[in-house]
């Protein structure tokens, strides 16, 4: 069969036979989210059969068996059985067999001449039990993964196969650019971390606190732009509070987790597609074998890990006709701490040792993590001075301050005021004239408004109208339902204090 690969695909492909070759048994792929995991895995199954090679395929989720049998499918190859339960397609006489590594860990292990490990960061003490097995050791083990950057992954495979970086395949179109906005900032200080990343429990009571959640939605309506979105929160009362929230704002939103049946996520994902939905609420069961048209990615799950990180945002790299770029929210300061996908690369497994953290090294890691924007919260790359969202260019500010001929050291940053450019802010002041004009807004209110948007009046600007656009119509949503849900509070507090 003769596939159609990308050449960073063949390229890896081809690598492969050359590990193998040089007598390597257990390579790792590294193929980013998006980058074509499952095509690869296919051409090396199809080379397997043409060898007349039997092939294990092994999945860590029982929801994948059926996501690999139908990605197979596609590909030409149907020669397939499942190992898992008593799944309709159980056939052991089939060539390639697709199994859980749960089945697996308390049956007989079949015969193999090659077993591919899908999501092989996901780490099982059974597969190193498994591989040190005599009658193993000389099998090839290769594994796939879009994060293979596991603790200790390096004791156990023995090669890695990079087929391309996220930001090699974003420069060849094969993967969406995206832009990152940061508007909240959890206080997470006094939350533990628990094996590599933050206590889920205390995280959860961070997370869930009333205007954090508020702000995950009014900040979808300001600057989501209607977009198809994967929404990830910290655990189920999280998730359904973030999507009791959209609903209340009026933007119809679905819920996932582990329990959620496949057939229903199925019908989630179509609903997403046609429109009926337009936020999908998640608690990281939507980081894997997930192939949505997804062109916005709520983050309100703060993490230290590389590997969920890359997985959450990979959701959204995807291409699509008529996309342009994926928009990321990170309202969990994510990207402030591990800095930007594209930037997030290791050369070589971890091997379990420990590393030195030298001073210059972790200076220099410091200064490559993306900023902030202080205008509109868009993370820029380090050393870009001038926001290409908004076109604000900060000015050095002078840490001492003249008040009433005394001098006063300052602590901390001065935040700009006005930070948007000249020309934006004229533009927003002309489209609430047009809203004002429109809804019989007294003589001043659009300044008013302008005045809550940029912190001063529009002294400098003309009094021209002019139509709003998406961004400033949402603003106005958003605001509106801040004011209902202030006015319902404080009704139900005066009822309350009067009974």
Same mark, same amino acid.
């Given at each position: ?6 050449p ?5 492909? *081809?690598?492969?036979r /050359?590990?193998?070759?040089?007598? $390597?048994r257990?390579p790792m ?15 090396i ?5 043409s060898?007349?090679?039997?092939v294990l395929?092994?999945v860590?989720?029982?929801?994948l068996i ?6 197979f499918?596609k590909?030409?190859?149907s020669?397939?059985?499942?190992i898992?339960?008593?799944h309709?397609?159980?056939?052991s ?11 697996l ?7 193999a001449?090659? =077993?591919?490990?899908? *999501?092989?960061?996901?780490? +099982?003490?059974?597969y190193?039990?498994w591989?040190?097995m005599p009658?193993w050791?000389? !099998?090839p ?6 994060s293979?950057?596991?603790k200790?992954l390096? $004791?156990?495979?023995?090669d890695?196969? &990079?087929?391309a970086?996220?930001?090699e395949?974003?420069?060849?179109g094969?993967l969406?650019p995206f832009?990152v ?11 533990k ?11 959860s009571? &961070? ?17 989501g732009?209607?977009r198809? !979105?994967l929404?990830?929160? &910290? ?14 704002a009026?933007?119809?939103?679905? +819920?996932?987790?582990?329990k ?17 939905? $337009?936020?999908?609420v998640?608690? /990281? ?7 949505l048209?997804?062109?916005?990615i &709520?983050l ?10 890359t997985?959450?945002v990979?959701r959204g ?6 996309k342009?770029d ?26 379990g040792?420990?590393?030195r ?6 200076k220099?890691?410091r200064?490559?993590?993306p900023?902030?924007? !202080?205008a ?5 790359p380090?050393?870009?001075h ?9 000015e050095?500010q002078?840490l ?9 050291q ?5 935040k700009a005021?006005? /930070?948007?450019s000249? *020309?934006?802010?004229?533009e ?5 004239l047009?809203?004002g004009n ?6 001043g209110?659009?300044a ?6 940029f ?5 400098d600007l003309?009094? =021209?109208? $002019? ?16 004011f ?5 509070k404080? *009704?139900?507090?005066?009822g309350?204090?009067?009974?």
């Amino acid at each position: 069969m003769n596939f159609d690969l990308h050449p960073h695909q063949q390229q890896a492909i *081809e690598a492969l036979r /050359a590990s193998l070759r040089a007598g $390597k048994r257990r390579p790792m792929i590294q193929a980013p989210t998006g980058a074509g995991k499952t095509v690869i895995a296919a051409a090396i199954v199809d080379g397997a059969l043409s060898k007349s090679k039997r092939v294990l395929f092994v999945v860590p989720f029982l929801s994948l068996i059926d996501q690999t049998l139908e990605a197979f499918a596609k590909q030409g190859i149907s020669s397939v059985g499942a190992i898992q339960g008593y799944h309709p397609a159980t056939d052991s006489l089939q060539p390639v067999q697709i199994a859980s590594i749960q089945t697996l860990m308390r049956r007989r292990l079949p015969s193999a001449d090659i =077993v591919l490990v899908d *999501e092989a960061h996901r780490w +099982y003490d059974f597969y190193s039990t498994w591989m040190g097995m005599p009658e193993w050791r000389n !099998t090839p083990f290769v594994g796939l993964s879009a994060s293979p950057w596991t603790k200790g992954l390096g $004791k156990h495979y023995d090669d890695l196969i &990079v087929a391309a970086t996220t930001s090699e395949l974003i420069t060849k179109g094969l993967l969406s650019p995206f832009r990152v906005y940061a508007p909240a900032h959890p206080d997470l200080s006094e939350v533990k971390t628990v094996a590599g990343d933050f206590h889920e429990g205390q995280l959860s009571d &961070v997370m869930r606190q009333p205007t954090l959640v508020a702000g995950v939605v009014e900040t979808w309506l300001r600057l989501g732009e209607d977009r198809p !979105t994967l929404c990830f929160a &910290v655990d189920r009362a999280h998730a359904r509070r973030i999507a009791d929230e959209f609903e209340a704002a009026g933007v119809p939103a679905g +819920y996932v987790d582990a329990k959620t049946p496949r057939d229903e996520r199925i019908r989630m994902g179509r609903r997403l597609a046609e429109g009926q939905i $337009k936020v999908i609420v998640n608690i /990281a069961t939507m980081t894997t074998g997930v192939d949505l048209d997804v062109r916005c990615i &709520v983050l309100a799950r703060p993490t230290k890990s590389e590997i969920l990180f890359t997985q959450i945002v990979g959701r959204g790299l995807r291409t699509a006709p008529g996309k342009d770029d994926c928009l990321i929210l990170d309202h969990s300061d994510s990207t402030l701490r591990l800095g930007f996908v594209t930037d997030i690369h290791h050369a070589a497994l971890d091997d379990g040792k420990p590393r030195r953290a030298l001073g210059t090294v972790a200076k220099e890691q410091r200064a490559s993590l993306p900023k902030e924007c !202080t205008a509109c919260s868009y993370l820029k790359p380090a050393g870009v001075h001038k926001c290409p969202a908004c076109g604000f260019a900060p000015e050095r500010q002078s840490l001492i301050e003249n008040r009433g001929g005394s001098l006063m050291q300052l602590n901390g940053k001065r935040k700009a005021v006005g /930070a948007d450019s000249r *020309e934006r802010r004229q533009e927003w002041y002309s489209m609430l004239l047009a809203i004002g004009n429109q809804r019989g807004w007294k003589t001043g209110a659009a300044a008013h408004r302008y005045r809550e948007r940029f912190g001063v009046w529009p002294r400098d600007l003309i009094e =021209v109208a $002019k139509a709003p656009d998406l961004e400033v119509r949402n603003w106005m949503k958003a605001r509106q339902i801040a004011f209902l849900k202030g006015k319902a509070k404080s *009704e139900a507090g005066a009822g309350a204090h009067a009974a």
